[in-house]
């Protein structure tokens, strides 16, 4: 007769001290493990699941304005610096490390339809209802100093938007045609026109700096070069398009905002079809900005919402919303890549992460001095 006997040995299992792991015994052989693999996958993706359930993208609401932001611009120079303009005419500067309003100025009577930073960022540039350009110093006015623009150009019709030269002291503005000008001079340079229909929005080229790019109300976007003084390229859609934005990395790629509740994204060698067409919104988009990585850029729309949209795919990746947000704006992407800025129809400016689920504030390393701590506490318990 046979007898199998259970034996065990203590120190396979027992521990030496109140400090050490509890032992657990594994068999490794992997034939008593088929589903490992599977098991795995499911883990990586219940963490995933919980990094999207314990996600918190929005960071702050700058409050202050007292009517609708129409639009935003960034500091070239200091990341902390952002500044608004509305529609009752104020712009505002911003500190984000404080979260605080540190200026405001009474720019223009009527909206605000532009606002441009100097690539130096010493003075910034607004243009308004009131068919005015005007520029104004980045700091302050000393002690006792009335807040009083440095130049101020009146022109003869109403300006819709404004950008400034990347490396030149030199801006252009849009309106019933596109103009050029010299920031010593009361004239435009150069007027440059393809049409008759008034003219939203103007971007200059962040890399081939001469080139500039402008979207009309008759559903076209025009190319235009400096050098030449004249249009270059010319593509019309089947709706309006609000706003453009270019590459910042690729010079040629340029993504337009549509009233078709789409954006395109385009080579300008090749305008007779998009690279890409990237969908999801339910209403107009209103505007566009890329990251300084060039990989993605965000979107602004009439649907109260606005989305991060990977470059190369049609389908967005992220989507910000809250209860309070009315039809958003504009929208801005910072110089670090980490945050967004949008602005709304309800008078705020929120500021969201780029990526919902990253920590802004890393833990601290476990030192020699907190483990000292924590063998203390054991002890007592």
């Given at each position: 007769?046979?007898?199998?006997?259970?034996?065990?040995?203590?120190?396979?299992?027992?521990?030496?001290?109140?400090?050490?792991?509890?032992?657990?015994?594994?068999?490794y052989d992997p034939a008593?493990?088929?589903?490992?693999?599977?098991?795995?996958?499911?883990?990586?993706?219940?963490?995933?699941?919980?990094?999207?359930?314990?996600?918190k993208p929005f960071l702050?609401?700058?409050?202050?304005?007292?009517?609708?932001?129409?639009?935003?611009?960034?500091?070239?120079?200091?990341?902390?610096?952002?500044?608004?303009?509305?529609?009752?005419?104020?712009?505002?500067?911003?500190?984000?490390?404080?979260?605080?309003?540190?200026?405001?100025?009474?720019?223009?009577?009527?909206?605000?339809?532009?606002?441009?930073?100097?690539?130096?960022?010493?003075?910034?540039?607004?243009?308004?209802?009131?068919?005015?350009?005007?520029?104004?110093?980045?700091?302050?006015?000393?002690?006792?100093?009335?807040?009083?623009?440095?130049?101020?150009?009146?022109?003869?019709?109403?300006?819709?938007?404004?950008?400034?030269?990347?490396?030149?002291?030199?801006?252009?503005?849009?309106?019933?045609?596109?103009?050029?000008?010299?920031?010593?001079?009361?004239?435009?340079?150069?007027?440059?026109?393809?049409?008759?229909?008034?003219?939203?929005?103007?971007?200059?080229?962040?890399?081939?700096?001469?080139?500039?790019?402008?979207?009309?109300?008759?559903?076209?976007?025009?190319?235009?070069?400096?050098?030449?003084?004249?249009?270059?390229?010319?593509?019309?859609?089947?709706?309006?398009?609000?706003?453009?934005?270019?590459?910042?990395?690729?010079?040629?790629?340029?993504?337009?905002?549509?009233?078709?509740?789409?954006?395109?994204?385009?080579?300008?060698?090749?305008?007779?079809?998009?690279?890409?067409?990237?969908?999801?919104?339910?209403?107009?988009?209103?505007?566009?900005?890329?990251?300084?990585?060039?990989?993605?850029?965000?979107?602004?729309?009439?649907?109260?919402?606005?989305?991060?949209?990977?470059?190369?795919?049609?389908?967005?990746?992220?989507?910000?919303?809250?209860?309070?947000?009315?039809?958003?704006?504009?929208?801005?992407?910072?110089?670090?890549?980490?945050?967004?800025?949008?602005?709304?129809?309800?008078?705020?400016?929120?500021?969201?992460?780029?990526?919902?689920?990253?920590?802004?504030?890393?833990?601290?390393?476990?030192?020699?001095?907190?483990?000292?701590?924590?063998?203390?506490?054991?002890?007592?318990?």
């Amino acid at each position: 007769m046979k007898v199998k006997m259970l034996s065990r040995n203590p120190d396979d299992y027992v521990r030496e001290t109140k400090l050490d792991l509890q032992r657990v015994p594994r068999n490794y052989d992997p034939a008593l493990h088929p589903f490992e693999v599977p098991r795995e996958y499911v883990r990586a993706l219940n963490a995933t699941k919980l990094e999207r359930v314990f996600a918190k993208p929005f960071l702050a609401s700058l409050d202050g304005h007292r009517d609708g932001v129409n639009c935003l611009a960034k500091h070239p120079k200091s990341l902390s610096t952002v500044l608004s303009g509305a529609c009752d005419g104020e712009v505002k500067i911003w500190n984000l490390t404080t979260r605080k309003c540190t200026r405001t100025i009474q720019a223009h009577e009527g909206f605000v339809r532009g606002i441009c930073t100097r690539f130096c960022g010493t003075s910034f540039f607004t243009v308004g209802d009131d068919k005015t350009v005007k520029q104004w110093k980045m700091d302050g006015p000393g002690y006792g100093e009335e807040e009083e623009p440095l130049h101020t150009i009146l022109g003869k019709t109403v300006y819709t938007g404004i950008d400034h030269h990347w490396k030149d002291a030199a801006f252009a503005t849009c309106g019933q045609q596109v103009d050029i000008w010299d920031e010593q001079r009361t004239s435009p340079v150069c007027s440059m026109t393809w049409g008759f229909d008034s003219i939203s929005s103007v971007k200059f080229n962040p890399i081939e700096t001469f080139l500039l790019g402008s979207c009309a109300s008759d559903r076209n976007i025009v190319l235009y070069d400096m050098r030449q003084a004249t249009p270059l390229k010319k593509v019309i859609l089947d709706m309006r398009t609000n706003t453009i934005c270019w590459n910042p990395m690729e010079a040629f790629i340029f993504t337009a905002a549509n009233e078709d509740y789409n954006l395109y994204t385009f080579d300008m060698r090749a305008l007779d079809t998009p690279v890409m067409v990237h969908l999801d919104h339910v209403s107009a988009v209103l505007d566009v900005d890329y990251s300084p990585t060039g990989k993605e850029f965000v979107s602004a729309s009439f649907d109260k919402s606005v989305r991060i949209f990977p470059v190369d795919k049609s389908q967005s990746r992220e989507v910000y919303h809250t209860k309070r947000m009315q039809h958003v704006i504009c929208v801005k992407w910072t110089s670090d890549s980490k945050y967004i800025m949008c602005g709304s129809d309800e008078m705020n400016i929120r500021l969201w992460k780029a990526n919902a689920s990253e920590k802004l504030v890393a833990e601290p390393s476990p030192g020699p001095y907190r483990e000292h701590l924590h063998h203390k506490t054991l002890e007592r318990v």
